[in-house]
T-cell receptor, first 113, second 114 residues
């Protein structure tokens, strides 16, 4: 069954802690994306990667970090430098060659206590 | 500034009534255009997309959208809404110079009353 998985579905973190969100895809997609969703603001791009071992900052990269060591995986670390990390985080992927549709995972809700 | 606008934050329609959700963008060349739907606490599901060609696009669940170049719009329509259509709808625009990156509107929450 092809698709994008994100884990965990819910994540709680204490202030000052780093936390890593997992995103895995078995669609053989080249490009992967991380978005942050807040009520009334749509989706905002945090980081994206078009090939392994390469990634670029999106519109709101401050306080976040990523890695892309494998084509299938694109983990996102929310660092203690992120001022307001409580949000819904969505991972997406597609083929590198445009145009192509982005497909989304089910999301991770992060709450900072 | 380049942007994607969904002017309606909330829309309420009666079950069986028609629906139109508006989307306008401000990019120069015709971008790639998408509509996604999201149920609470879930990921986004693609409803339909426009890359080129016929400006009236059919999607899943009985939805359609029309691209109007002169109005920089890509409005989503459904002739008869079902209670299960209640969700949040996002218009997304992919400027051609961005490759496959997308810019999202703020979303429209659809409520269906019986």
């Amino acid at each position: 069954d092809g698709g994008i998985t994100q884990s965990p579905k819910y994540l709680f973190r204490k202030e000052g802690q780093n936390v890593t969100l997992s995103c895995e895809q078995n669609l053989n997609h080249d490009a992967m994306y991380w978005y942050r969703q807040d009520p009334g603001q749509g989706l905002r791009l945090i980081y994206y990667s078009q090939i392994v071992n390469d990634f670029q900052k999106g519109d709101i990269a401050e306080g976040y970090s990523v890695s892309r060591e494998k084509k299938e995986s694109f983990p996102l670390t929310v660092t203690s430098a992120q001022k307001n990390p409580t949000a819904f985080y969505l991972c997406a992927s597609n083929l590198r060659l445009a145009p192509d549709t982005q497909y989304f995972g089910p999301g991770t809700r992060l709450t900072v206590l | 500034a380049q942007s994607v606008t969904q002017p309606d934050i909330h829309i309420t329609v009666s079950e069986g009534a028609s629906l139109e959700l508006r989307c306008n963008y401000s990019y120069g060349a015709t971008p790639y255009l998408f509509w996604y739907v999201q149920s609470p606490g879930q990921g986004l599901q693609l409803l339909l997309k426009y890359f080129s060609g016929d400006t009236l696009v059919q999607g899943i669940k009985g939805f359609e959208a029309e691209f109007k170049r002169s109005q920089s719009s890509f409005n989503l329509r459904k002739p008869s809404v079902h209670w299960s259509d209640a969700a949040e709808y996002f218009c997304a625009v992919g400027p051609r110079e961005y490759g496959n990156k997308l810019v999202f509107g703020a979303g429209t929450i659809l409520r269906v009353k019986s």
